[in-house]
């Protein structure tokens, strides 16, 4: 689960040089629900979200960061595509049914089927409400901060046991067009995954984007059972 939530956690988007300073002192909660409001007209109107990535993980038990890089596109409500390059390249396709991981250097693929698990699915809730900010409150405590630049700090807090235990706070940085910068995860042993976004785009994404059928070959696996 933990695996699945820092990939899938990259896609709240939708370099880690020093943030701009803090503009003013937290928003009201009017001003934060005017905020809110502003950022889901905004994913109504363009639902489909493309970016590339760069994303340092960090951890006590490693020497040094862990440096990856890839893309991701994202739909409102539920799906999306997030794919690592390099060394070590995987994927992790949902078409909101079912959610598939692919390790081709491995040949290995997992599968997820959606809605037949309820600890599964409110992780997958809980994101995909941090993505399009709708019913966001119902998960999160919520800190929001401008910035000096006209964008945003947004700090997220699990409200949910369940969500404690796999994620401890998740920072967004916005900026002043509400795209995403970069986004900040620290999980509950300290673990930080840091991403940065670039060349963010909100063309429509073709469907076939967001399926996925394993390559011949290959060991397909149910880690939560068919």
């Keep these: ?27 009201t909660p009017p001003e934060r629900a005017e905020l809110l409001g502003r950022l889901q ?6 639902p489909s979200f493309q970016a590339a990535f760069s994303e340092q993980r960090t ?3 490693l020497k040094k960061p862990i440096v990856s ?7 409102i409500p539920n799906k999306f595509r997030r794919e690592m390059t390099g060394s070590n390249p995987s994927l992790t396709v949902s078409n909101g049914k079912e959610l598939w991981i692919y390790y081709p250097n491995f040949l ?35 800190e929001v901060t401008p910035e000096t630049d006209g964008g ?18 998740l920072a967004v940085y ?12 620290t999980l509950p ?18 469907a076939a984007t967001f399926e996925f059928a394993p390559p011949a070959g290959a060991n397909v696996t149910h880690p939560l059972g068919k």
């Excluded at 899938?8 to 928003?27: F, G, S, V």
């Excluded at 007209?41 to 363009?46: D, F, I, P, Q, S």
């Excluded at 916005?174 to 995860?185: A, E, G, H, I, M």
């Excluded at 840091?194 to 994404?205: G, I, L, M, P």
Aim: hydrophobic share 45%.
């Design 1 to 27: 689960m933990k695996r699945l939530f820092c990939l899938t956690a990259a896609l709240w988007a939708l370099a880690c040089t020093a943030l701009p300073a803090r503009a003013a002192a937290p928003l």
């Design 41 to 46: 007209a905004l994913h109504a109107k363009y």
């Design 59 to 61: 951890s006590r038990l």
């Design 69 to 75: 890089a890839g893309s991701i596109a994202f739909q």
């Design 108 to 142: 290995e693929a997992e599968q997820y089927t959606l809605g037949k698990r309820a600890i599964f699915d409110d992780a997958l809730a809980a994101l995909t409400a941090g993505l399009n900010f709708a019913h966001v409150e119902e998960f999160y405590q919520l």
């Design 152 to 169: 945003y700090e947004i700090i997220l807090t699990p409200k949910r046991t369940n969500l404690k235990r796999i994620v401890a706070r």
């Design 174 to 185: 916005l900026d002043k067009s509400l795209d995403v910068r970069r986004t900040d995860l």
């Design 189 to 206: 042993k300290g673990d930080q995954v840091v991403t940065t976004y670039s060349a963010q785009k909100r063309d429509a994404v073709p």
